[in-house]
């Protein structure tokens, strides 16, 4: 556009087409060209006229050829398609193949699992949950507790290796030492994002209780306090801890929702960060790396905001070529 537009002001100040290509390395006819064409259309002229371009060997047949063919049975020996196996089936290349697959969103690896409940007081439970979380009592403390259970202590050696492309990766020997487990407990404050743990040996009814007494024990006694349990058994039948603690009231998620209880997505960041990939040489090691990472996400915890996906089993029944149309 710079040497279209030099063309034209050299043009406009009347010097010859031979001086003006001269100067500015071009051919006369170019000059020529420029100049006819910003005096047939003006400033519109200069721009790149459309092009077709080449033509495209791939077209929209191609493309509902891919989607139809991922609603067809899988080749023999695979349990689904993949990007490879789509190509052979339509004799096209691999990259024409992964072209269409990109431009629809489709992934052929990635997977997504959820759990429907199907528990006949899903709307009331649900509601009752959510509602602690969207809206809870005034002046008290809403809690998401549950535990995970037989962490491993794991002891292997791990790094850094390079593969055969180059790539650095983490890398870790598949033979290890096993040096036991343990129970973590865990109770989030929903209104800060404050984290409280405890780990044990064993998850029994009394493990659980004697947390639930280091927990409330923390708070005033007076306090209004509602906690957020799945349907686990230890979580069941404490009617007598709770006749003694009056101020504290147990919410149950529906069966087979235990993802509606909030600490579970805690549950999901300490296991990226604190045991994926990690080597532990002792239970006294696991246990202080457990204590670690709570004392280390303890200053920077924030509230998380409830929006969870609604999600039908019915999508399951759904076509690549009903989702792509």
């Known amino acids: 556009m710079v040497e279209r537009a030099r063309i034209v002001l050299r043009c406009i100040d009347g010097d010859q087409a031979k001086d003006i290509a001269h100067d500015l390395g071009v051919r006369p006819n170019t000059v020529a060209d420029w100049r006819d064409r910003f005096l047939a259309e003006g400033i519109n002229g200069l721009f790149d006229r459309h092009r077709s371009g080449k033509p495209k060997k791939y077209t929209d047949v191609f493309r509902n ?55 006949p007081q899903f709307a009331e439970k649900a509601a009752d949950v ?35 492309d180059s790539t650095i990766v983490r890398g870790f020997k598949s033979t290890y030492k096993r040096h036991g487990t343990l129970n973590l407990f ?49 979580h069941k039948r404490n009617d007598d801890w709770l006749v003694s603690h009056p101020n504290v009231t147990f919410h149950y998620t529906p069966t087979s929702a235990s993802w509606l209880n909030m600490v579970e997505i805690w549950f999901g960041i300490f296991t990226r960060k604190a045991l994926r990939g990690a080597s532990f040489g002792s239970l006294e090691d696991l246990s202080k790396a457990i204590q670690a990472f709570v004392d280390a996400y303890g200053p920077t915890a924030k509230p998380f905001i409830w929006r969870k996906r609604e999600v039908k089993g019915a999508q399951l029944r759904n076509t690549i070529v009903n989702l792509r149309n």
């Open 65 to 119: 050829q891919v989607l139809a063919t991922l609603e067809l049975p899988p080749p023999a020996g695979q349990a689904t398609w993949d990007g490879a196996a789509v190509a052979a089936h339509l004799n096209a290349s691999d990259d024409a193949v992964w072209r269409v697959l990109r431009t629809e969103g489709i992934s052929l690896q990635r997977q997504r699992s959820w759990c429907v409940s199907t528990d």
């Open 130 to 164: 959510i509602g602690l979380y969207l809206s809870p009592p005034t002046d008290a403390i809403v809690l998401s507790i549950d535990e995970k259970p037989s962490i491993q202590a794991l002891e292997r050696t791990t790094g850094y290796v390079q593969t055969s």
């Open 186 to 234: 865990a109770a989030l404050e929903v209104a800060t994002g404050a984290i409280h743990t405890k780990t044990t040996s064993q998850k029994r009814r009394v493990e659980f209780l004697e947390f639930m007494d280091e927990v409330v024990g923390d708070l005033p006694a007076e306090q209004e306090i509602h906690v957020i349990l799945d349907n686990y058994a230890i």
